[in-house]
């Protein structure tokens, strides 16, 4: 699922209620690797992601352990379903009012409306068809 939504002058945004559903009444947001965006983590997806690196080298994943958890804050939606998004993450993630929320599989995205407009654009149709087929 795609939503739209905004960033109000104190950073919070609005958590769409199927999100909250599905991800509880608290979960992780952190940066995210490779893209200009924010990731939001449900607590089961965040735990395996946990595991997978307490079992690399410590040389291994201390540079990814400090972007992805040194980055990371718990977010906790208020009664009406707003979460503050850290100043820091914001500006990460080039987030200032128009934003968009792309749900997946125990996380969602958070984008700016323009960025994700513009990797939209970029996404390319035949890369996108050979993953796929690993399917």
Not at 88 to 106: C, D, N, P
Request: net charge negative; charged share 35%; aromatic share 8%.
């Amino acid at each position: 699922m795609t939503y739209k939504s905004t960033l109000d002058d104190k950073g919070r945004m609005n958590i769409p209620a199927k999100l909250r559903e599905e991800f509880g009444e608290s979960f992780r947001v952190a940066k995210t690797i490779g893209q200009p965006c924010l990731t939001l983590y449900t607590d089961n997806k965040w735990n395996t992601i946990i595991e997978k690196i307490d079992k690399l080298s410590f040389i291994k994943a201390a540079k990814f352990e400090r972007f992805l958890v040194g980055s990371s804050d718990v977010i906790e939606p208020d009664k009406q379903g707003r979460a503050l998004i850290p100043a820091s993450l914001r500006e990460y993630a080039g987030l200032k009012t128009e934003i968009v929320i792309v749900g997946m599989t125990g996380q969602a995205e958070i984008w700016s409306k323009k960025d994700y407009d513009d990797h939209e654009k970029k996404d390319n149709m035949s890369e996108l068809e050979a993953i796929s087929e690993e399917f």
